[in-house]
């Protein structure tokens, strides 16, 4: 949080997340135009290999801005999670009922970030080492870029290669620390308010006739806990809403790579002519095989690709629109 320039606690936002927030959004930018320069019925499926890295560039911007309008509720949100978790670490029983749960997901954030950084890690410095390999095994040097740009001047030399090169995988480290906190920040805030449910459950349960009594003020703290995830819903919903459009996006651009693999072109392709009768035959039985593709699905229910993405949309607006013209409120009425 601190290094996103967001601290925690501190309400207002600090220079620090406009520089680095401003970095981001040039890097989209330059990434869009790219995409946007090169789009044509030619190299359409190249061009879906890189949809995942704008897609999710775009996605960490878009939670980003939405997040940041709620920062004053995220910071009231907390205050109060926080003085709810005081109160359950002065009860042992209350302790043990949470205590699995919170240390889970504290052991799945901590890998979750070092994952995240692994991973931006070795695809930020995959460049420079496919240069060296390209050069030792070539004696032929390439400028190559982590991420695929539109800029306004060559990258065929050094000095403007390491400028934009050193500015490419700054902007990498930024989309991943803005992203990893936002799903940090929803998980622990998710967590604590399930802890907070799981044991107000417990309470209940236990109840009899001698504890009923403290009925009306399980009462209050269920309807505060209510609030609490009414808060929770208020700052997230925008956020989730970008996880499932752009997540979606970037799932169809990887699935419809799966299912649009060459296979059955390159194969015949090849000198299948010059080869004996047998593997003749055997060509013949790749190119039938891919008729029919590979593809990604949804536990089966649904394939993943551009066309299921549509359907589902336009189906659910169809759903939307049919329930909002059947639909009517009941009218309230009011007693004198």
């Given at each position: ?8 606690g ?19 930018v ?25 897609a ?50 504290n ?43 539109l ?36 998980f ?54 970008f ?72 189906t ?13 409120p ?7």
């Amino acid at each position: 949080m601190w290094l996103s320039g967001i601290p925690y606690g501190d309400r207002k936002i600090h220079f620090r997340f406009v520089a680095i927030y401003f970095q981001l959004l040039l890097m989209i930018v330059l990434e869009t135009s790219f995409f946007v320069s090169k789009i044509s019925a030619d190299n359409f499926l190249e061009l879906t290999q890189l949809a995942p890295c704008t897609a999710i560039g775009i996605l960490t911007a878009l939670k980003t801005t939405a997040i940041l309008q709620k920062r004053m509720k995220i910071y009231d949100l907390t205050e109060c999670l926080g003085k709810l978790y005081q109160n359950i670490l002065k009860d042992e029983k209350k302790i043990s009922l949470v205590k699995k749960d919170l240390v889970l997901v504290n052991f799945l954030m901590k890998y979750y970030v070092v994952l995240n950084i692994v991973l931006i890690s070795v695809y930020n410095f995959s460049s420079p080492c496919i240069m060296m390999y390209h050069y030792f095994t070539t004696n032929e040097l390439i400028f190559k870029l982590p991420y695929a740009i539109l800029v306004p001047f060559s990258t065929e030399a050094w000095l403007p290669w390491t400028i934009v090169y050193v500015h490419s995988i700054m902007c990498g480290f930024i989309c991943i620390i803005f992203y990893t906190m936002i799903d940090g920040l929803y998980f622990v805030l998710t967590s604590h308010l399930c802890a907070n449910f799981c044991v107000i459950s417990d309470t209940i349960e236990r109840l009899d006739s001698s504890t009923v009594n403290r009925l009306a003020n399980i009462v209050k703290e269920h309807q505060y806990l209510l609030k609490l995830g009414e808060d929770l819903e208020d700052i997230f919903t925008a956020a989730n809403l970008f996880n499932v459009l752009v997540g979606s996006l970037v799932i169809c651009a990887l699935g419809f790579n799966l299912t649009s693999t060459k296979i059955g072109d390159a194969a015949f392709l090849c000198k299948w002519f010059e080869m004996d009768e047998k593997s003749k035959k055997t060509i013949l039985t790749i190119m039938i095989r891919a008729k029919k593709p590979q593809q990604l699905t949804a536990y089966k229910f649904s394939t993943i690709s551009y066309a299921s993405f549509t359907k589902i949309i336009s189906t659910s607006w169809s759903y939307f629109t049919i329930l909002r013209t059947v639909y009517t409120p009941p009218e309230v009425s009011h007693s004198d």
